[in-house]
């Protein structure tokens, strides 16, 4: 099971990195048209800006883990190992709560987009913003998962 997980981790770390690859080089190719060539090349912008959506939410749903989150850990850190558990759960409970509780609404308003498409490439707005809906739900997972480990035995090792 870890040598799976371990292969799914590293596909979509270069899906990531196919996806910055394709931001950047359509972000070089639109300043090569506009500068270089007598007329600049549209569909440049919207892969761009798409490429850059679909890495952000791919990124922060999917690979970036809770160690390398920005926290301000002041009172936590204070406190002493169960109270830490505590707030560790508390934490847990409101992404999960509030993300699943918000996320048959967003899903619903993402299938909604299939009538509108971007202006350019035409390209259905509900695939434009699926990785909105992806990253909901792998961080809702996420919770749960960080959740059930710091109610087990070895809770001190998830602090």
């Known amino acids: 099971m870890g040598r799976l997980i371990r292969l799914l981790r590293l ?10 690859v394709v931001m950047f080089g359509a972000f ?5 048209s506009r500068y270089a060539l007598p007329d600049p090349l549209p569909w440049t912008d919207e892969v761009a800006l798409i490429a850059f959506l679909w890495l952000v939410f791919w990124v922060g749903g999917l690979l970036l ?6 926290r301000f850990d002041i009172v936590a850190k204070a406190l002493p190992p169960g109270g830490q558990r505590v707030l560790a759960i508390l934490g847990h409970l409101l992404v999960a709560g509030l993300f699943g509780a918000a996320l048959p609404t967003i899903l619903d308003y993402i299938a909604f987009l299939w009538r509108e498409k971007t202006p350019v490439l035409l390209i259905p707005l509900d695939w434009v913003y699926a990785c ?6 792998a961080i809702v997972l996420r919770a ?6 710091l109610l087990g ?3 001190r090792e998830r602090l």
């Open 153 to 155: 035995p070895r809770w």
């Open 65 to 70: 883990r809770d160690s390398d989150q920005v």
């Open 28 to 32: 070089l190719l639109q300043i090569v």
């Open 144 to 149: 749960l998962k960080a959740l059930a480990g």
């Open 11 to 20: 596909g979509a770390e270069r899906v990531g990195q196919l996806l910055f």
């Open 132 to 137: 909105f809906g992806l990253a909901l739900v």
